[in-house]
């Protein structure tokens, strides 16, 4: 952890000001874009006969927009909204699945800036986060102990991850737990900024040479 802290952008870093939208990423460009607001003639008077994908992409929109110092109150209704109708289909897929009472629920809490795992509806674990833009900041993640030896934690972060994928969101994992999950799943360090990428490669390549140096 603290060899990520020396080379990882720290959250409170300051980040030199771009008047140039076309000079921004991808990513940057996108979020600058979703500043628009969503106009009522846009948003579905009834969620539940709208597509899946395309619920997706509108939650994806309006979740842009909170990124701001004062989001309206409509905005954090409509995403709630958004939110929960998304979550009662993933749960009604997955009743077809598993046994009731044995399944995990995975939500995004936009009011205390967390994602959230539900167990039997206890909460067996969260990760703390801060958007920046187009990209998510894992902060700070708990797991209750009660829920430690059932492995939750590996699925607390892969759900985190495969959200941001959805949404098309960057992370930047500053909490240890997300980094040495990434480090078991290389995989999913596409969802890196490519600077971050790099840095995050290069000590996690440093840190198992040292281990494996100690042996």
């Given at each position: 952890?603290?060899?990520?802290?020396?080379?990882?952008?720290?959250?409170?870093?300051?980040?030199?000001?771009?008047?140039?939208?076309?000079?921004?990423?991808?990513?940057?460009?996108?979020?600058?874009?979703?500043?628009?607001?969503?106009?009522?003639?846009?948003?579905?008077?009834?969620?539940?006969?709208?597509?899946?994908?395309?619920?997706r992409a509108l939650c994806n929109r309006i979740y842009q927009l909170l990124d701001c110092e004062y989001p309206t109150m409509e905005t954090r209704d409509r995403y709630e909204e958004l939110v929960?109708?998304?979550?009662?289909?993933?749960?009604?897929?997955?009743?077809?699945?598993?046994?009731?009472?044995?399944r995990e629920?995975?939500?995004?809490?936009?009011?205390?800036?967390?994602f959230e795992l539900y167990r039997n509806g206890v909460m067996a674990g969260y990760v703390q986060y801060e958007m920046r833009g187009g990209d998510v900041l894992l902060l700070h993640a708990v797991v209750d102990p009660r829920f430690r030896k059932l492995g939750l934690e590996p699925f607390l972060m892969q759900s985190v991850l495969l959200n941001a994928h959805r949404r098309r969101l960057a992370i930047t994992p500053y909490c240890p737990e997300a980094q040495e999950f990434l480090r078991a799943n290389p995989h999913y360090l596409a969802l890196l900024p490519p600077r971050q990428r790099r840095r995050f490669k290069v000590i996690s390549a440093a840190k198992s040479a040292a281990q494996e140096g100690r042996r």
């Open positions: 952890m603290d060899e990520n802290a020396q080379v990882l952008d720290h959250p409170g870093s300051a980040r030199p000001a771009v008047t140039d939208p076309a000079s921004l990423p991808r990513i940057s460009r996108l979020a600058l874009g979703a500043t628009r607001q969503v106009d009522d003639a846009e948003y579905p008077a009834d969620l539940s006969e709208v597509p899946t994908r395309q619920l929960e109708e998304l979550e009662r289909r993933e749960s009604a897929v997955e009743a077809q699945v598993e046994p009731a009472g044995l629920v995975f939500r995004d809490n936009v009011l205390f800036s967390r």
